[in-house]
């Protein structure tokens, strides 16, 4: 494992000049289809991914190349902080900017985080007790998505760095919320919970990406492990524990799940085997059971660190894992954004490659 990681920290460093020849100034990454880099105003929800991933190859390589452009990428979504027109800011501003204040210790990116995470809070909603995702829509109310539970990290590192320490009530009491109304009986999540914002009724539970309501939409299970693995580190409350290796249980069980454990976009998709694989949720799914392996012991432990690994070895693989100066310039191949939406379909993804990145360097500092 020593000699893949670093081979692909190596591959990324070049791959990512590549990519970054590309990019236009005020614009970020998101995939490549038919020969053409696609990319995304700021706003997007995943503009942090791309400024978080050269942060991360550039503490592996130190790459001043690399460097110059993760700042450079800073510059341009800095405007972000004020931003509260849905949920995502944890995802735009903590993965850049934390990154970035983890590796070089600046007190100006530190600035950026907490004024980011008091915008996020303002989507609070007491009487759901929960942060709102995304504002009324056709369809829902006051929509809360599992992937909210990522966005807590940020709410609760500024409460531990200098932020309000009613960050921290909101990021717990959505945990919380997010526990009683999100999951099914095995530990499956829904997707969408709809809210009545002025009551906090369940008004109904939905999916928005997923195959049907009822189904395990992949990428959503990756986010509701990350996010309880990540709210049991920062509160140490053994609920989440128990929450996330419940969660844990539910994918690695899960007789869907293929034997190269990359996940098929819905666990519950009938086609399955014919059907598209979401290289995102691995990513994402691979970096969390690291994490939870750190909080576990025996052979839960032992299998959370032997899946992550296999994930990371099968991504680096050719079926999974693009060739110098292709692809886009992007890592990973075979991700599945909004499959019900025809959007996004077994194509390169920012956040794949993030997580991916991510999984590395966890494995790098904890288990090699
Ligand atoms: N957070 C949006 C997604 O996972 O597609």
Same mark, same amino acid.
């Given at each position: ?20 020849k ?10 490549y ?12 929800w ?14 592996q ?32 501003m ?30 609070f ?45 909101v ?17 499956s ?33 990756g ?40 996940p ?28 939870l ?8 432990k ?49 956040? /794949? ?5 991510? /999984? ?9």
């Amino acid at each position: 494992m020593s000699k893949l990681i670093q081979n692909e920290f190596e591959f990324a460093n070049q791959q990512y000049k590549y990519l970054m020849k590309t990019v236009p100034a005020d614009q970020m990454p998101q995939s490549y289809k038919n020969g053409k880099l696609i990319t995304k105003d700021i706003s997007w929800w995943c503009s942090g991914f791309y400024p978080g991933s050269l942060w991360m190859i550039f503490e592996q390589t130190k790459d001043p190349e690399i460097k110059k452009e993760a700042e450079q990428r800073l510059k341009i979504i800095e405007s972000n902080k004020t931003f509260t027109r849905d949920h995502d800011l944890g995802f735009m501003m903590f993965c850049s900017f934390g990154n970035a204040y983890r590796i070089t210790k600046n007190p100006e990116y530190k600035n950026v985080i907490l004024t980011s995470a008091e915008s996020l809070s303002t989507r609070f909603r007491p009487k759901m007790k929960a942060i709102l995702s995304w504002d009324k829509m056709a369809d829902f109310k006051g929509p809360v998505i599992i992937d909210n539970m990522m966005n807590l990290e940020m709410l609760m590192w500024a409460s531990q760095n200098g932020g309000s320490k009613k960050l921290k009530e909101v990021a717990v009491t959505h945990a919380n919320t997010t526990i009683r109304n999100h999951f099914r009986p095995d530990f499956s999540s829904y997707h969408v919970i709809d809210y009545d914002v002025n009551t906090g009724d369940v008004l109904s539970k939905k999916t928005f990406q997923g195959y049907a309501d009822s189904s395990a939409w992949a990428r959503g299970q990756g986010w509701a492990l990350y996010g309880y693995t990540m709210m049991y580190r920062m509160t140490k409350d053994r609920k989440y524990l128990q929450q996330a290796q419940n969660i844990a249980k539910f994918i690695l069980n899960n007789p869907a799940m293929p034997e190269d454990k990359i996940p098929y976009w819905d666990f519950n998709d009938p086609k399955i085997p014919d059907v598209p694989r979401d290289a995102s949720a691995a990513a994402i799914i691979a970096s969390a059971l690291l994490e939870l392996g750190q909080y576990s012991n025996g052979e839960e432990k032992s299998r959370y660190i032997l899946t992550a690994k296999q994930m990371i070895v099968n991504l680096s693989t050719e079926k999974y894992h693009a060739k110098l100066n292709e692809n886009g310039g992007f890592l990973l191949m075979h991700s599945t954004g909004g499959l019900p939406l025809n959007s996004e379909i077994d194509v390169p993804l920012i956040y /794949a490659d993030y997580y991916f990145l991510e /999984a590395l360097k966890r494995y790098k500092d904890w288990y090699l």
